[in-house]
């Protein structure tokens, strides 16, 4: 199944047909031994946070992602200064959230924006033809805080960078997590018409 999804998103389009894509799907014991190491590191807390967004971030953003945290914690009955629960949660990132199948993807970091672009569209493609065949996933930018960590283990060619991980596997429906209503921006919220009243 993972292959089909795989053989679906190479057809994504890239500029010049570069296809700046490297994946690294684990899973058993593969997938157990990087969580491990991961887990270890978050424990040990000696890497530096990861800076994923612009401190301080447009006003408008910071108030999603306000809202989202708000949500997103109080899911799972967690208050927003029990930092020590937060923590447990983000920990799972590192598990793959418990799914049978992670996949880390990677990128020569000699490449532009316009390859990261790329690399969205490569990412996105993979989460359509996911849930095509009833699968579900998640990105996360959590692994790339351990970037030498992972590209050691999984001997990344010298220099590759972390895009960021994923985790792949059926959707646990009675998951609050996986019911929440998130609101999105209208359309209007965010796009301009011009030369359609002509």
Known sequence: ????ILDVARFSPSNSNI????VYVLAGPEKAALSERLRQAQM??????????????PEEMRVRQEAFGSVYYRAMGISRSDMPQRAKVTARNFDFFGAPVGLIFAIDPSLTKFSWLDYGLFIQTIMIAASAIGLATCPQVSFVRYQDIISRHL???EGFQVVCGMSLGFSDDESLVNRLDMTREPVEGFTRFLGFDA
């Open 44 to 57: 040990e807390d000696r890497h530096p946070p990861l800076q994923h967004l612009p401190d301080p971030l």
């Open 1 to 4: 199944m993972v292959e089909d």
């Open 155 to 157: 001997d990344f060619p």
């Open 19 to 22: 296809q700046p894509w490297h």
